[in-house]
């Protein structure tokens, strides 16, 4: 059916998950601070020999497997460049938008998160307009102040594949290009911007490395061209092998020459060469070659051999960097092996060296290297952590361990750290940049404290999955890589910050009670989260035996929420599904007996599902792409013979979805670079038909379906997509709208009718699907002003809407109220009909404590207005169906309390004119002859308290002729005797505490 890769990886795999699993054995489960994966899947690859020449490359190849000679990154990169081009040409200010051939319609929303940020790759600055930018994992540029405010994003709609580097490059013109690297496999892997970020173009001259091979490093000389260095390994098409290439351009990246190249047979591959140039310094641009050190040459590019000099041992990979000081040229190499980074120092521009000794940490990629340029014994590693040293790498001390961070993340560096760069501000002081998995940091010492500039607005969040609580899509909960397991409840129709409860990696997040309880998993453990909401239980059940994807599939049981099953793995061999089951706080298993490992040839369990229309119907895709089916709850499983589906994603694995609908059909899908990536069957997967109509060929990671079965959605490597099913066509999901990148995971609310997805670099998105209307928290209101009250109508006055005396702006902005809300209206023809006044309504929580203002209009009958004249006033920072005490206040009557606690939005209004209505009870209103409660006239000063004060005040303003008055009691628009006459009876009321300013 089609050729597949083999398996390269599996034996690396299968270490990963036995070295994890050694080092987590934390019991105590308020204790367990899970350690970044990342951060091991890096030094696990170091320490491979079987990975070593290619490292993380590989590791991100086994993620889309596809057959020999297939390129899957220049596939997702044409794909990328196609929908760019189109997306430029359309306008990027709607807001609402149709796709799919007019079958959905709706809007796109970010959610965020705007605090947890991920990785940042690399940064660049421009000082003199005080300007930070930032390249993120998820291929984003970012622009922000140098203290880390006003964060924005530049090229949403074009993400740049795999980033490593950026500069700042300055064009005759006078303008900056934007120069990105990437080392993404077999792509041409230099872009520029020269209208920041608008539009993008791919740099020619790298043929070799795009053919079979990836660019490692790149430098930019101070020279007046500012040369382009790029050392990559490339492909020696001549005698058919791989090789070490130097690239250099004197034309800002437009296009490159091959400098020369190095035989790998010879030389070593290209983790044992290293380049440096002084960010700010003469231009001299030096290479390192395993103990061999180069100064190029500034006229050919040509490297010209320094010196050899002595090392104890040649690692597995090599990094250079170094200072111009005073004239002398200080350089540093770094040997990494085995967990420890070897040190030596050249102090005479590369002619002698000496070791400086060592340092038990890894450099967590290229750029993870520093020096100081104003004291080269000052030189920074970044791996796990930060160490710096002070004395040329002679003895080093750890910055702060990654623990650390989850306490104070203002002040201490996150885990994994990409780059380290040293730059001086437009005085000339220095200050480094350290960019980590969790934002980017600024220190002004040498690294002896940092601040984090990334804590507002920064949104670059990697969201492995999320899962929105069914009956209340407010709340939301998200696996992040590095940045733990996470929850808002403010999700709805916002961008928000997310709070971390744990640390480490999550995904696969199922819930068999719609959200109230949670499973997930982690590399190593699945979690139990029982009150979700408030996360106050946590549960911990560690992987059993071997076998387990990176992190494997859970589905939920679909009639016991305490319930999960964990797609394993075993005890004893093979691969079984695990049921776990949450009782008196802890967790028991039971391993089933099938074993799915013979049949499957010999792979994991890469996904599991169940139909909602008979749950005896339960299905099982391998991560191979083979399938097998149940008719009887899993007691027995039938293998789909003569079928290869698609291969899945080293992270999860495949995904498979029942419909909802129909029983027996089931979508699955994985990698398509060789083959369909989705599939339908419509006998329980005896038999499957591709479905790949529109689809690109490319990744799809996870799917999920509408309620009635019309639409299938995908979350891809090249954004979302969604499946018609009536037409058996894919269309593209982004639009203009959603930003291009990776998209790890989906998730249909039905309740809500949203499309929520997550992706690798800009948090979660979600698609709100009209014609549903997402909820807003919405107080209905009737409350009485008793100085404007007429009981032979039983209705207020509106004299001041129809002399046009009302203000078109709310009037809270002032003492004692400061209310610094903008409601306002353009003209007096917008006020509603029958409009008395403004009024000023508070939500509060159980504790009487205030949560949200707004003003509104207080209409003759009672009820309070929303601006467009609806009844009832929206609070869109509420959570929807929660419950809150409701404050109404006006200019001069005394204000109120609920006495009891509203569920917004609440059909009927909370009714301030019945008895017992107001917090403190009837003494706090005024009785009127109807028998309904109206609040007192007479407040001048809106204290609370009706004293001498306000008499004083509405002396002073006795007969004035102002028609807008605080003495106006009886709001006729004059103030006279018979103001006073409203005031004198109750002139000694107190408010309630609540109210009183």
Same mark, same amino acid.
């Given at each position: 059916?089609?050729?597949?890769?083999?398996?390269?990886?599996?034996?690396?795999?299968?270490?990963?998950?036995?070295?994890?699993?050694?080092?987590?054995?934390?019991?105590?489960?308020?204790?367990?601070?899970?350690?970044?994966?990342?951060?091991?899947?890096?030094?696990?690859?170091?320490?491979?020999?079987?990975?070593?020449?290619?490292?993380?490359?590989q590791?991100?190849?086994?993620?889309?497997?596809a057959?020999?000679?297939?390129?899957?990154?220049?596939?997702?990169?044409?794909?990328?460049?196609?929908?760019?081009?189109?997306?430029?040409?359309?306008?990027?200010?709607?807001?609402?938008?149709?796709?799919?051939?007019?079958?959905?319609?709706?809007e796109?929303?970010?959610?965020?998160?705007?605090?947890?940020?991920?990785?940042?790759?690399? $940064?660049?600055?421009?000082?003199?307009?005080?300007?930070?930018?930032?390249?993120?994992?998820g291929?984003?540029?970012?622009?922000?102040?140098?203290?880390?405010?006003?964060?924005?994003?530049?090229?949403?709609?074009?993400?740049?594949?795999?980033?490593?580097?950026?500069h700042?490059?300055?064009?005759?013109?006078?303008?900056?290009?934007?120069?990105?690297?990437?080392?993404?496999?077999?792509?041409?892997?230099?872009?520029?911007?020269?209208?920041?970020?608008?539009?993008?173009?791919?740099?020619?001259?790298?043929?070799?490395? $795009?053919?079979?091979?990836?660019?490692?490093?790149?430098?930019?000389?101070?020279?007046?061209?500012?040369?382009?260095?790029?050392?990559?390994?490339?492909?020696?098409?001549?005698?058919?092998?791989?090789?070490?290439?130097?690239?250099?351009?004197?034309?800002?990246?437009?296009?490159?020459?091959?400098?020369?190249?190095?035989?790998?047979?010879?030389?070593?591959?290209?983790?044992?060469?290293?380049?440096?140039?002084?960010?700010?310094?003469?231009?001299?641009?030096?290479?390192?070659?395993?103990?061999?050190?180069?100064?190029?040459?500034?006229?050919?590019?040509?490297?010209?051999?320094?010196?050899?000099?002595?090392?104890?041992?040649?690692?597995d990979?090599?990094?250079?960097?170094?200072?111009?000081?005073?004239?002398?040229?200080?350089?540093?190499?770094?040997?990494?092996?085995?967990?420890?980074?070897?040190i030596?120092?050249?102090?005479?521009?590369?002619?002698?060296?000496?070791?400086?000794?060592?340092?038990?940490?890894?450099?967590?990629?290229?750029?993870?290297?520093?020096?100081?340029?104003?004291?080269?014994?000052?030189?920074?590693?970044?791996?796990?952590d930060?160490?710096?040293?002070?004395?040329?790498?002679?003895?080093?001390?750890?910055?702060?361990?990654?623990?650390?961070?989850?306490?104070?993340?203002?002040?201490?560096?996150? $885990?994994?750290?990409?780059?380290?760069?040293?730059?001086?501000?437009?005085?000339?002081?220095?200050?480094?940049?350290?960019?980590?998995?969790?934002?980017?940091?600024?220190?002004?010492?040498?690294?002896?404290?940092?601040?984090?500039?990334?804590?507002?607005?920064?949104?670059?969040?990697?969201?492995?999955?999320?899962?929105t609580?069914?009956?209340?899509?407010?709340?939301?909960?998200?696996?992040?890589?590095?940045?733990?397991?996470?929850?808002?409840?403010?999700?709805?129709?916002?961008?928000?910050?997310?709070?971390?409860?744990?640390?480490?990696?999550?995904?696969?997040?199922?819930?068999?009670?719609?959200?109230?309880?949670?499973?997930?998993?982690?590399?190593?453990?699945?979690?139990?989260?029982?009150?979700?909401?408030?996360?106050?239980?946590?549960?911990?059940?560690?992987f059993?035996?071997?076998?387990?994807?990176?992190?494997?599939?859970?589905?939920?049981?679909?009639?016991?929420?305490?319930?999960?099953?964990?797609?394993?793995?075993?005890?004893?061999?093979?691969?079984?599904?695990?049921?776990?089951?949450?009782?008196?706080?802890?967790?028991?298993?039971?391993?089933?007996?099938?074993?799915?490992?013979p049949?499957?040839?010999?792979?994991?369990?890469?996904?599991?599902?169940?139909?909602?229309?008979?749950?005896?119907?339960?299905?099982?895709?391998?991560?191979?792409?083979?399938?097998f089916?149940?008719?009887?709850?899993?007691?027995?499983?039938?293998?789909?013979?003569?079928?290869?589906?698609?291969?899945?994603?080293?992270?999860?694995?495949?995904?498979?979805?029942?419909?909802?609908?129909?029983?027996?059909?089931?979508?699955?899908?994985?990698?398509?670079?060789?083959?369909?990536a989705?599939?339908?069957?419509?006998?329980?997967?005896?038999?499957?038909?591709?479905?790949?109509?529109?689809?690109?060929?490319?990744?799809?990671?996870?799917?999920?379906?509408?309620?009635?079965?019309?639409?299938?959605?995908?979350?891809?490597?090249?954004?979302?997509?969604?499946?018609?099913?009536?037409?058996?066509?894919?269309?593209?999901?982004?639009?203009?709208?959603?930003?291009?990148?990776?998209?790890?995971?989906?998730?249909?609310?039905?309740?809500?009718?949203?499309?929520?997805?997550?992706?690798d670099?800009?948090?979660v998105?979600?698609f709100?699907?009209?014609?549903?209307?997402?909820?807003?928290?919405?107080?209905?209101?009737?409350?009485?002003?008793?100085?404007?009250?007429?009981?032979?109508?039983?209705?207020?006055?509106?004299?001041?809407?129809?002399?046009?005396?009302?203000?078109?702006?709310?009037?809270?902005?002032?003492?004692?109220?400061?209310?610094?809300?903008?409601?306002?209206?353009?003209?007096?023809?917008?006020?509603?009909?029958?409009?008395?006044?403004?009024v000023?309504?508070?939500?509060?929580?159980?504790?009487?404590?205030?949560?949200?203002?707004?003003?509104?209009?207080?209409?003759?009958?009672?009820?309070?207005?929303?601006l467009?004249?609806?009844?009832?006033?929206?609070?869109?920072?509420?959570?929807?169906?929660?419950?809150?005490?409701?404050?109404?206040?006006?200019?001069?009557?005394?204000?109120?309390?609920?006495?009891?606690?509203?569920?917004?939005?609440n059909?009927?209004?909370?009714?301030?004119?019945?008895?017992?209505?107001?917090?403190?009870?009837?003494?706090?209103?005024k009785?009127?002859?109807?028998?309904?409660?109206?609040?007192?006239?007479?407040?001048y000063?809106?204290?609370?308290?009706?004293?001498?004060?306000?008499?004083?005040?509405?002396?002073?303003?006795?007969?004035?002729?102002?028609?807008?008055?605080? $003495?106006?009691?009886?709001?006729?628009?004059?103030?006279?005797?018979?103001?006073?006459?409203?005031?004198?009876?109750?002139?000694?009321?107190?408010?309630?505490?609540?109210?009183?300013?």
């Amino acid at each position: 059916m089609k050729a597949k890769a083999s398996y390269f990886l599996a034996t690396c795999m299968l270490f990963l998950a036995l070295f994890f699993i050694s080092q987590q054995k934390i019991t105590t489960p308020t204790k367990r601070l899970p350690a970044p994966m990342d951060d091991i899947q890096e030094r696990v690859a170091n320490e491979d020999k079987a990975r070593k020449k290619q490292g993380r490359k590989q590791w991100i190849q086994e993620r889309h497997r596809a057959a020999p000679g297939v390129d899957w990154e220049l596939m997702d990169l044409k794909t990328r460049f196609a929908k760019a081009q189109k997306r430029q040409k359309q306008s990027n200010q709607k807001t609402v938008e149709t796709l799919a051939n007019g079958n959905l319609t709706g809007e796109w929303r970010e959610i965020g998160s705007n605090n947890q940020s991920g990785r940042i790759r690399y $940064a660049d600055v421009d000082v003199n307009n005080n300007l930070l930018y930032c390249l993120s994992q998820g291929g984003n540029v970012w622009k922000g102040d140098l203290n880390g405010n006003n964060w924005q994003v530049l090229n949403d709609y074009f993400r740049i594949p795999s980033p490593l580097m950026m500069h700042l490059l300055d064009q005759n013109s006078g303008g900056k290009r934007l120069l990105v690297g990437s080392s993404g496999w077999s792509i041409e892997g230099i872009y520029f911007s020269d209208d920041e970020g608008q539009s993008w173009n791919q740099t020619t001259g790298l043929s070799d490395v $795009a053919f079979y091979g990836y660019i490692r490093q790149v430098a930019v000389a101070n020279d007046a061209d500012q040369t382009v260095y790029v050392l990559a390994r490339g492909w020696d098409m001549a005698n058919w092998t791989s090789v070490v290439q130097l690239y250099r351009s004197t034309n800002l990246g437009t296009s490159f020459s091959k400098v020369t190249e190095f035989n790998e047979s010879t030389y070593g591959s290209v983790e044992h060469f290293s380049i440096w140039t002084a960010y700010d310094g003469s231009g001299n641009v030096y290479l390192l070659n395993d103990n061999n050190i180069y100064l190029v040459d500034n006229a050919t590019g040509m490297p010209n051999l320094i010196s050899t000099f002595t090392v104890s041992n040649t690692r597995d990979q090599i990094l250079l960097t170094g200072a111009e000081s005073n004239g002398t040229t200080y350089l540093y190499a770094l040997y990494n092996g085995s967990g420890q980074s070897d040190i030596y120092r050249s102090t005479d521009g590369g002619n002698t060296w000496n070791s400086q000794g060592n340092v038990g940490e890894y450099p967590f990629s290229v750029y993870s290297f520093a020096c100081s340029q104003a004291d080269p014994d000052k030189i920074y590693l970044g791996g796990l952590d930060v160490y710096r040293s002070y004395n040329g790498g002679s003895s080093w001390s750890i910055v702060n361990s990654w623990g650390e961070y989850y306490g104070s993340p203002a002040t201490k560096l996150h $885990a994994d750290i990409p780059a380290i760069q040293v730059f001086n501000d437009a005085s000339g002081n220095e200050f480094d940049l350290i960019s980590t998995d969790g934002g980017i940091y600024k220190s002004t010492n040498n690294i002896l404290s940092v601040s984090n500039l990334s804590l507002d607005g920064l949104r670059v969040s990697q969201y492995y999955t999320s899962y929105t609580k069914r009956d209340n899509y407010n709340i939301l909960y998200t696996g992040s890589q590095d940045q733990g397991y996470q929850r808002t409840l403010g999700a709805g129709n916002n961008l928000v910050n997310f709070t971390q409860v744990l640390s480490g990696d999550y995904a696969q997040m199922v819930s068999g009670d719609g959200g109230s309880t949670l499973w997930t998993a982690y590399p190593g453990f699945v979690m139990y989260v029982g009150n979700a909401t408030a996360s106050s239980i946590l549960n911990y059940w560690d992987f059993v035996g071997n076998g387990y994807l990176w992190i494997p599939p859970l589905m939920e049981d679909p009639n016991a929420p305490a319930s999960v099953y964990v797609g394993g793995g075993n005890e004893t061999g093979g691969a079984h599904i695990f049921r776990l089951t949450r009782s008196g706080g802890s967790i028991s298993y039971v391993e089933e007996a099938y074993d799915f490992w013979p049949e499957s040839g010999s792979t994991r369990i890469g996904a599991m599902g169940y139909s909602k229309i008979d749950d005896n119907y339960r299905y099982v895709m391998m991560e191979n792409g083979h399938f097998f089916h149940s008719t009887d709850g899993g007691a027995n499983w039938t293998y789909t013979t003569a079928f290869d589906g698609p291969d899945g994603f080293y992270l999860f694995g495949t995904t498979l979805v029942p419909s909802p609908t129909e029983l027996g059909t089931v979508y699955i899908g994985g990698s398509g670079y060789s083959n369909p990536a989705a599939y339908r069957s419509t006998n329980h997967g005896q038999t499957f038909t591709p479905i790949n109509n529109g689809l690109p060929n490319t990744l799809i990671n996870k799917m999920d379906i509408n309620d009635d079965g019309t639409l299938l959605f995908a979350a891809t490597d090249v954004g979302p997509y969604v499946y018609v099913v009536a037409e058996n066509q894919w269309y593209p999901m982004d639009g203009v709208s959603a930003p291009d990148q990776v998209y790890w995971d989906v998730d249909f609310v039905n309740s809500s009718n949203l499309v929520r997805f997550s992706s690798d670099g800009r948090g979660v998105w979600e698609f709100a699907i009209q014609p549903a209307v997402t909820p807003t928290a919405t107080a209905k209101i009737k409350v009485l002003l008793e100085g404007c009250y007429d009981t032979s109508t039983n209705l207020m006055n509106t004299n001041l809407l129809t002399s046009n005396n009302l203000p078109l702006t709310q009037p809270y902005d002032i003492a004692p109220w400061n209310y610094t809300g903008t409601e306002s209206i353009n003209t007096a023809a917008d006020f509603p009909a029958d409009v008395v006044d403004w009024v000023l309504v508070e939500a509060r929580d159980a504790n009487y404590d205030i949560v949200a203002t707004r003003a509104a209009f207080l209409r003759n009958d009672g009820e309070v207005l929303e601006l467009d004249g609806s009844e009832g006033v929206q609070f869109p920072s509420l959570l929807f169906n929660a419950d809150y005490h409701l404050t109404v206040r006006h200019r001069n009557h005394l204000a109120v309390v609920s006495s009891n606690m509203s569920t917004l939005s609440n059909a009927s209004s909370y009714d301030f004119t019945a008895a017992n209505s107001t917090l403190g009870g009837n003494p706090q209103q005024k009785a009127l002859l109807n028998g309904s409660y109206a609040l007192y006239a007479g407040d001048y000063n809106a204290d609370g308290i009706l004293s001498v004060n306000d008499y004083n005040g509405y002396a002073s303003q006795l007969a004035t002729a102002i028609p807008y008055e605080d $003495a106006d009691f009886n709001l006729d628009g004059n103030v006279t005797i018979g103001d006073f006459n409203l005031y004198q009876p109750h002139s000694s009321v107190i408010g309630v505490r609540m109210i009183r300013y």
